[in-house]
């Protein structure tokens, strides 16, 4: 499975951002996590959907204002961010896998990523 992100920019605090990723084949067995890479640091768990009833699960810091979708229909895992912080800047990555879970060796595909910067 070949992933492409899209939808990263530049926003100031408080501003929103969808970001999407386009599977280039059937995904709907598959968990869809999203990730991210801030400069300096490892990546780190974002959230994941569940492949059938669509369970979320989320990191501590994005809850209440991060979301995931997901349309099988169209392959596409989509992460709505709102009330952006500065915190929040990194390269953004989504991937898929078989587990929900925030560990990053469950998840057997990766897309490339994209950028999102969020100024004060």
């Known amino acids: 499975v070949q992933l492409q992100a899209s939808g990263g920019g530049s926003v100031q605090a408080g501003g929103s951002l969808r970001l999407s990723c386009v599977a280039s084949r059937r995904t709907s067995n598959y968990v869809m996590g999203w990730f991210r890479r801030a400069p300096g640091k490892e990546r780190e768990f974002v959230g994941a959907?569940?492949?059938?009833?669509?369970?979320?699960l989320y990191t501590e810091s994005v809850k209440g204002r991060f979301a995931i979708f997901r349309d099988d229909a169209k392959n596409t895992v989509d992460l709505q961010m709102n009330s952006l912080r500065p915190g929040d800047t990194a390269v953004y990555y989504c991937a898929a896998g078989g587990v929900v879970s925030g560990d990053d060796t469950t998840y057997h595909y990766w897309g490339q990523g994209t950028q999102v910067t969020v100024s004060s």
């Open positions: 959907i569940s492949s059938s009833v669509g369970y979320t």
